[in-house]
């Protein structure tokens, strides 16, 4: 599990997919929520500016990520 600190109030989760490398691009970032492999708290998660706090965690095809 990678473990990212937030700087501010929230991140949004395609920034997140870019910030952790769990994306290699914005577009890519997109199309892995677009096709439903994005889980976030355990929810599938479809939107993509979708603000995530510290406490939140997301799961990925390529690993898991918690935030602080």
Known sequence: ??????????????????????AESGAQAQMLVVDKQIKVNG???MRKRAKLKAGDKVETPFGKIELT
């Open 1 to 22: 599990m990678t473990t990212f600190k937030i700087n501010g109030e929230y991140i949004e989760l395609i920034k997140l997919l870019k910030a952790t490398q769990m």
């Open 43 to 45: 929810q599938l998660e």
